[in-house]
């Protein structure tokens, strides 16, 4: 028989039959009412559970995982405020419910079956997927399994004490709000969880406010994997800078009262807490899983006798505040009214096409208060020596540099963090004196772990924020991408556009370092970023495109919301000179600070009707040094340097090129998965042009001599320029 059937037979014979699991007595701290309206929530979440399973079989419902067992979680719910952004375990509609008691106007059983039925008026997502989520209850819809919001949980408490410090425009949490991120025992073992409470702990023992409660809801098993009894204890009480609580999750009165302790601990000193929460899962993992495949019947009936429904029952009785009889109505009633309301809602509409699917991948812009830019004494006190500097061309790192100097006196609700970011002012002094000249609270040195540096700009963008994170090499973002594709590039989209987490990511990256760190720090792929729908991806070759260009991603990010990745060419960050020693051609003048340029704009360098040479970063530097050669060849050349790579600039590239004979795509990444695919694809079916490419070789990138061997040169682009422009055989 099915399982879930067995659990609601077993709870409807054993209250009418006074047959419950022993237990404590109730512990003081709920009232009777309140006692009784967690009961409630209890079975709504139960009763959505057994709804949700019929609806898939009726094919009305979609997959989704239940959270039987952990009803307990509504008692956590009580002992938090409303306004407590909570990230929340995917079995955790308990939770959900018991919030949306706190909150007035709520219809909750509505809602979620709307968000069952995958209809495009489910008021979370738009019918984008099944998930937990509210904005009227602070908890942003989590699509992630594997304890991947986390990082950001740890991201928003942070941002609740920055806030004291910085108030941002567009402020979200109060400032005496706490953040709450629940997980499973399973969740806790991977190593984004890990990172996550080694980085709060991290933080605690420096004595910086941190309000975060970790909460974990232990039932003993990730799927099919037993955890070992005792693991989460063991591993958890003694972690420095973390409070230990732990409580029996199948007891809604203690689950209140060690909850509460715990928030009150984390209000009131500002610290992180482990809430450590013994609970059950009933029904196996997920959708048709059969518990009873990989484990003894005996163990899964155990389980299914220690229901939390007849331990609420059982209490609440002892407490004096429902009896058994009672207890039986509410359920049999809200079984009965929840199947009548998810008949309601199979009925209602849901996207049909691609344009309705993807009209929440880009966020809502929003309004923000003008600003007149930095006055000049301000702008003089800051800069200092700096300004006379001004007047001189300059390499790309000191004009970013300066870019992020004026950025963060114009904007005081952006903040850098990054390892290395602050004292010693990055790898290679590209942030160096901001930390002298903003303080250490908006020019965060962080620790070692760059999950934990996106998962703060994720959570400070929460906050309303506006974060600049940087990741030392493109290589090292590996560690972390699911940051940025699975966190903060999809919340705008499965939140219908009513959760956001706007940011600029700094990366150092691409070839052409002359023999350091071989692939490790020379990293020619932005594949991984290129398949993001909605990201930004922005890469300058000039100090001065490098400026303008930041300007506009943290116009992005700070009025458009945008998640934003500005890729620096790690080898011109020092570049002087272009085609002879000495000569400085390669530096430019900052430009002044209301100058940018927009998104999709192309840069466009000559006017020559031979060739078009389509490139960026340093392909437009190596294009740059070619042309002499071409020029001397008879091919009068124009050079289009794309600098945004995402979403490719289609219109304006087709607009540079008109009039050319020739395309030639100068693309130092690797020829597959490369910029150079979607280009190639824009011109084959847009125009008749003969159209080339100069690619880096599908290899990695060595150390030594051989450091740009697989990787465009000059020679190649000459080379094949020259014979696609039919001068050379």
Same mark, same amino acid.
């Given at each position: ?285 997920? $959708?048709?899983?059969?518990?009873? +495949? ?7 009936? !155990? *389980?299914?006798?220690? =229901?939390? /429904? %007849? ?113 010693? $002012?990055?790898?290679?002094?590209? +942030? ?7 303080? !250490? *609270?908006?020019?965060? =040195?962080? /620790? %070692? ?133 000495? =000569? ?146």
């Amino acid at each position: 028989m099915d399982r879930a059937e067995i659990v609601h037979q077993n709870f409807l014979t054993r209250v009418a039959a006074g047959d419950f699991p022993q237990g404590a007595p109730p512990c003081p701290g709920l009232t009777a009412p309140e006692a009784v309206l967690l009961f409630r929530a209890q079975v709504l979440s139960r009763a959505l559970d057994r709804t949700s399973r019929a609806m898939q079989k009726a094919g009305q419902g979609f997959y989704t995982i239940g959270s039987s067992g952990h009803e307990g979680m509504a008692a956590v719910a009580q002992a938090l405020r409303p306004t407590d952004i909570a990230f929340l375990h995917y079995r955790d509609a308990a939770f959900q419910i018991a919030r949306a008691e706190q909150v007035p106007g709520q219809q909750i059983a509505w809602d979620m079956l709307l968000s069952f039925a995958c209809s495009s008026q489910d008021p979370t997502s738009g019918g984008r997927h099944k998930v937990l989520g509210s904005k009227a209850l602070m908890i942003p819809p989590q699509t992630s399994t594997i304890a991947s919001h986390l990082p950001k949980a740890v991201g928003a408490a942070y941002a609740l004490g920055a806030a004291r410090r910085h108030v941002p425009e567009h402020r979200q949490l109060p400032e005496d709000g706490i953040a709450m991120c629940s997980f499973g025992d399973a969740s806790a073992n991977h190593s984004t969880a890990q990172g996550a409470i080694n980085t709060a702990g991290w933080t605690s023992v420096q004595s910086i406010p941190l309000p975060l409660l970790f909460v974990c809801e232990d039932n003993g098993i990730g799927i099919s994997v037993k955890t070992p009894k005792g693991w989460i204890q063991a591993s958890m009480e003694h972690r420095p800078g973390v409070r230990y609580f732990q409580a029996n999750g199948l007891d809604i009165y203690e689950t209140h009262a060690v909850a509460k302790a715990a928030a009150d601990y984390v209000r009131t000193r500002r610290k992180p807490a482990f809430l450590h929460l013994k609970t059950v899962r009933l029904y196996g993992h997920a $959708g048709a899983d059969v518990p009873t +495949t990989y484990l003894p019947k005996s163990e899964v009936e !155990a *389980d299914e006798a220690n =229901d939390p /429904l %007849l331990h609420s029952v059982r209490l609440l009785d002892e407490a004096g505040a429902l009896s058994p009889d009672q207890a039986l109505t509410i359920y049999r009633e809200t079984c009965a009214r929840t199947d009548r309301v998810a008949a309601e809602a199979a009925t209602r509409p849901h996207l049909r096409t691609a344009d309705d699917v993807r009209a929440s991948l880009i966020p809502p812009k929003r309004v923000c208060n003008p600003t007149n830019g930095p006055g000049t004494d301000a702008r003089a006190a800051l800069f200092g020596g700096d300004m006379r500097a001004m007047d001189d061309p300059q390499p790309m790192s000191r004009l970013i540099n300066w870019a992020l100097t004026d950025l963060m006196l114009e904007h005081r609700e952006i903040v850098c963090m990054g390892e290395d970011v602050g004292r010693k $002012g990055g790898v290679y002094g590209v +942030t160096q004196k901001l930390q002298q000249r903003f303080g !250490a *609270d908006r020019v965060i =040195d962080t /620790l %070692l772990d760059e999950q934990s540096i996106l998962g703060l700009a994720i959570g400070m963008g929460h906050n309303g924020f506006v974060p600049i994170p940087e990741i030392q090499f493109l290589a090292y973002l590996h560690n972390a991408e699911d940051q940025i594709r699975g966190e903060a590039a999809t919340l705008p989209f499965f939140s219908n556009g009513q959760f956001t987490n706007p940011m600029v990511l700094r990366i150092a990256g691409l070839g052409y370092q002359k023999g350091f760190g071989g692939h490790f720090h020379n990293d020619n792929s932005l594949a991984v970023l290129r398949d993001i729908p909605g990201l930004v991806i922005a890469c300058p070759s000039t100090g001065a495109d490098a400026a303008q260009m930041l300007r506009e991603c943290v116009r992005l990010a700070r009025e458009e919301q945008r998640v934003v990745v500005f890729v620096e060419p790690i080898a011109l960050y020092p570049m002087r000179d272009l085609h002879t020693a000495q =000569d400085a051609a390669w530096m430019t003048r900052y430009p002044a600070p209301g100058q940018r340029i927009a998104l999709g704009e192309v840069g466009v360098h000559g006017t020559g009707q031979d060739l078009a040479i389509v490139t960026y970063g340093n392909g437009h530097y190596l294009s740059q040094q070619a042309l002499p050669d071409l020029q001397a060849a008879g091919v009068n050349t124009r050079i289009i340097d794309m600098r945004w790579l995402a979403p490719l600039p289609e219109q304006a590239l087709l607009e540079a090129t008109k009039g050319c004979k020739h395309v030639l795509i100068v693309d130092e990444c690797r020829r597959t998965g490369s910029q150079s695919e979607g280009v190639m694809t824009l011109f084959a079916e847009n125009t008749t042009l003969p159209t080339a490419r100069v690619v880096a070789e599908d290899c990695f990138i060595a150390t030594g001599p051989a450091y740009a061997a697989p990787l465009p040169s000059k020679e190649g682009i000459v080379a094949a320029a020259l014979k696609l422009a039919g001068v050379l055989e």
